[in-house]
């Protein structure tokens, strides 16, 4: 009878929680969706975006977060999950339209994440293109990468812009040129490709003749980072740190602190505070005291009843056929994989881009609740205790339900 009692008495508690979790977020939720969306919180220094990679709500949200945000003049820099040689070319066709250079940094770009070299993400930076347009000249946001080098191509050009010296006086700078602009090489950093041979070699002439390259130098503070990321792809690196130590230095440039900047990373990279004792990049501008925590925003997308890009297939020849979706593992909201407390979210949205802001005063996700945090998976062992002590405010502020979207296509099908 006592064991019936107490069983009965934990379900009441647990009954009565959830409760209070349902009724919060009923008074804690915004429609993405409505003409008159405002973003709830005014004040940052930075805010993130991250969610799973591959579904095509997830650049929805991105542009209405950005239209909100530059139309109230909320941020001045927009980080993308990219390098600074592609971020300076976004840079470039957000100034001239030019389709044919977008497409192609799309192509780049998408080799860090596949799931977004796609027309979504092309189509997503037209509408960045439109709300930047729309924007007085002191008010246009412009583009920063930190993340390290994912393809030579960008990086080369930028380093070609920068030094333009004469032809014949290096043949290392003169093979760097040749490659860029005859663009057949795969410009990768993975193996030792022809584009890691030709940098090297430009790098060795840069080393042995540095007076004269500084002399010509149009920014030798960017050509430094260059250099320093360049160097980076010759070894095994840290790539959260690179992303961390990039930030840092680029913040001597553009004053990130007194600059807020809208971030989008993929979701370990927004998370405020350590995973399986890890740091990612807002962690540590927190750790290292570059914030406090309460300046940054973090906002997490989650999807339910929705697809992602998986896989681009290639025939023998390497040329693309086709690709496939997968909307069971992947979304994380699947019966063998899934977010704890995400049927919580479904049962209170709104619409199919539905926020929540979970950091509100007296809010249950900052008591001792790994929600969204915590993932269930079938007959294997969860991260629950890696999240032990920690609470789902911890690592983020917000979170996005994103329902009923449809996958990614490739950049590839555009030609279609």
Known sequence: MKIKTLVLLVLFIQSAFSQSKNEYLKNNRFDLMKSDFEF?????KIMGFGAYHGSQKIENIENILLKNLIKNKKIKYYLPETDFGIAHYFNQYLKS???????????????RVPQEKTIETYNKWKNIKKINDNQLAKDKIEVVGIDFIVTYKYTSKLLIELFQTEKGKYESYDNLVAMVKIDTTDYSPNYDSYSKTILKNFLADYE?????????????????????????????????????DNYLFLNTLYDFKSNPHFVRMGFFHIEKDRENNYPSLFTRLIENSIYKKEEIISIAGFLTKSRVLWDLKYDENKKYIGYTTEGGFGIGDYWKEYF???????????SNLTLYRLNN????????????MEIKLFLKKSNKNDLKGKTTTDYFDY??????????????ELDK
Request: charge should be positive; proline fraction near 4%.
């Open 40 to 44: 709830p919180q005014k004040n940052f």
């Open 340 to 350: 704890k407390g995400i049927n919580k979210l479904k049962i209170n949205r709104l």
């Open 399 to 412: 979170a996005i339900l994103i329902s009923n979207s449809k996958a990614n296509k490739p950049i590839e």
């Open 97 to 111: 339209g030019d389709t044919i250079l977008l497409k192609d940094l799309v192509k780049h770009y998408g080799n």
């Open 361 to 372: 005063e007296n809010s249950p996700y900052k008591k001792n609740q790994t929600d969204l």
């Open 208 to 244: 042995n003749n540095k007076p004269y390259f500084q002399s010509i130098s149009k920014n030798q503070k960017i050509i430094d980072n260059l250099i320093e990321n360049i160097n980076l792809t010759f070894k095994k690196r840290d790539r959260e740190k690179t992303i961390y």
